[in-house]
Structures are given as structure tokens and as C-alpha cells.
């Protein structure tokens, strides 16, 4: 396919997610880019690192029940000795392979909200993670994401300094929690995203087409079926096709980029001894660490992890499980201390669409369940406690006899940090349907 000045402006998208123009998906991007003379730079601001936990993670091995006698009665196997679990306050203790957890649990900047999750029943992981990315349990027809929402519902002063780069997924696709009109960004790779030096070749889009967006469109998605020259050329040919339409405005939405470009991904070394684990997981984390260290206005920034859907073999304080377990751990902390000082600023929030079973299966594995736990840490966290209200793992307390059962709604976690930590307002848009208000948060953020 021709790369053509029409091909930039085409649905009102523009393709700069790379110098081989990776896929970049946001319908509302041209238009936010272009009308956003005032770019961010230099400007601190909250910020929000959501981590998704895809495949249902086990919150009762994650942060263990160590003090109900009945999860040992339900898990002879899968049950993490309490010799073994990172005690934390006599009741609960952490996963020995969350061993980087505990000292920032320890130094106050680490809440966990147990028993937490969505009110919906559904054990699809499809439809459990579309009802927490849209944050609307039980109800298919939003079209957009309550990351999204929550971005949008930000002070009119902060809206005001909107930046190309103000909402990022990390990874090929953009997740159904920024899906809709905040203008985010699905980034592959910070290291081609209009910042190398040597060009890169394009890859499709799965399927070969756009996706279909909420609205039954084509969501932005554009591809080249060829290489394209560096990004002082795409600049240049980007310029041309906004200054056409717009006689120049646009020009301060390379702002960031140029930013990004000194930033140097491809050379960018953690601070603080912080290393990242290998593999795509640990590379998201440390380039949304980048992200914030370039200053370039980020807000709400993405990243997932896979793998925890564990039906057969999940180990106890070994294992499957705890391979993982070890290194989502590692990640988090290792993102946590590159930041640094930094960390004052921002929260990361951890979730997962529902959790396991209580009792072991007779595969020793955990079958899809309800409840879970979700981690919270930042300067803004009130931490050092388990939030929430336990409620038990006798038969009789189980939801439906056979999963933790809910006590926290997950609503009410993302929206006390949208409101009290990102500054976001209206939470009945964010959350339409729900009152997200103080009676129902956990007091995961302070003030």
C-alpha cells in the first residue's frame, strides 16, 4: 500500500507508532494531536500503571489466608504452608515467590484489597475481562473503557495539556480499558516508535484490516506493506499532510516525540540497580518506566501479563504458579525502584477478571473461580494493610459453595484511585450505573 498524505488523516487516525508504522489504535488521535499546542514538557503529573492479570490469578496463593483454618481443609496440596508465607500481619502473608513485595509492603507503599473482584458471576474469562476493562459488570453494550472514561473525566486544567503520549497500552493491541474517544495509544515498541535511527519493516494488522471499533468503524488501525525511511523522513511527510489541512497547529505534537527521541529507548539503562525480568512482560514495564522519566504527559499507562489460568499442576510454594508469581513480582518491583522518587507520583494497580476455585481440583490445579486480590502501590497507597472485609472459607461462606466470595466490588477500587489519585471527576460516567462513592472505597489512597 501506498503511504499517501490521505492514508495519514484517513478516519481521523494518523499512524506514528513507528518508523515501519506499527499499529496504532485510537480513532480520536489526528484530532487530539493536532489541537494540542500545549504539549506537556517538563510537566509532572499523576500517574496511573494499571498491570492485568489475564487467565484469573489465584488470589489464595497470592496473598495467603495463612489464619482460616478451613483453607488447608480445602487445599491439602495447594495450600501454602504458613511456615512458608511472607507473614504480614499475623492472618495474611504473601506467596514466598512475592518475596519483592514485602519490603515495600513493609515501608507503607503497598495495600492489597482482598476479596475483591466483579459482582458478575460469569466464569468466561472473555466475558469477566470485558466487564472489568468496560467497568460495567454484566452489561455488553459500552463501547468504550473505564480507563478511557476516567481519563477524559480529569480536570479541565490537566485536559487542557493533552499529549499524543497521555494514554499508552504497552503491547500489539489496544486493551478494551482505553478503548473509546481519550485518543490512547497501542505502542509495540517503544525502540521503533519514531525514535530509531534505521528503518523498520511494517507488519499488518491481525487480519490484515482495521479493527472494528465501538461504533462499528474502523478503529484507526493503518498499516504499510513496506519499509519506510527514518523518522526525520516520516516527520517530514507527516508535517505535509497536517500543515495542508491545518497550516502548521500540528506541529507541537512531535513535541513529545522529539523528547522521546533524546530519551534514547533503544540505550535506556534502569536506575537504582532495578532489573527487569526477560521477556515481553518485564520489557512493557520497564518502557512505561521510560515513559515517565521522558516526561512527555503520560497518565494512564497499560500492560498486561498472561499465564495464570492454572487448571492442572499449579504448585504450591513451588511450581507453576510460583514461577509466574515470581515474575510478576519481580517486574512490579523492579519498576517500582527504577522509579524512584518518582513513585510519589504515581500508583500502580494490579486486577485480574475473577480469581479460583477454594478447593484444589484432581488435577492439583484451581478452576475458575470468583473473588481474587489486587495490589496497590505508590507514595499516594495508605499501605502496609490488607484492605477489605474477609469473609471466610467455611462452606457455608463460600459464594456458591465454592469460591471466595466477593466483598469489594473492583468498581469501587478504580474508582477511588481515578478520583483520589488521577483527580478524575464525574465517577457516574466513569462508572455508569454504579455509585462509586466514599462509603464504598477501601482506603487504598491517602487523604
Known sequence: MKVTRRLFLKNGGVAIASVGLMPVVGPAFLRRAVFAADATAGKRRKTLVCIFQRGAADGLSMVVPHGDPDLYRLRPALGIPRSQALDLDGFFGLHPSLESFLPIYKQGHLAIVHACGSPDGTRSHFDAQDYMESGTPGKKSVPDGWLARAVLACPEDRAKMKSPFRAVAIGGQMPRSLQGDAGALAIPDLRSFGVAEAAFASRPARGGKGRKGAGGGDDGVMTAARPVGPASSFETLYDQAVGDVFHGPGRESFDAIKMLRQANPGGYTPANGAQYP?????????????????????????????????????????????????????????????????????????????????????????????????????????????????????DEQLYERRDLALTTDFRAVFGEVALKHLGARNMARVFPGYEANASAFRGVIKG
Do not use: C
Open 278 to 394: 526477560n521477556g515481553r512482560y518485564g520489557e512493557s514495564l520497564k518502557q512505561i518506566a521510560q515513559l515517565i522519566k521522558a516526561d512527555v504527559g503520560l497518565e494512564v499507562a497499560f500492560a498486561e501479563s498472561g499465564g495464570w489460568d492454572t487448571h492442572v499442576n499449579q504448585g504450591a510454594a513451588q511450581g507453576q504458579l510460583a514461577n509466574r508469581l515470581a515474575e510478576f513480582g519481580r517486574g512490579i518491583a523492579a519498576l517500582y525502584q527504577d522509579l524512584g522518587d518518582r513513585m510519589s507520583d504515581v500508583v500502580i494497580l494490579t486486577m485480574s477478571e475473577f480469581g479460583r476455585t477454594a478447593r484444589q481440583n484432581g488435577n492439583n490445579g484451581t478452576d475458575h473461580g470468583h473473588a481474587t486480590a489486587f495490589f496497590a502501590l505508590g507514595g499516594d497507597v495508605r499501605g502496609g494493610k490488607v484492605l477489605g472485609q474477609w469473609p471466610g472459607l467455611a
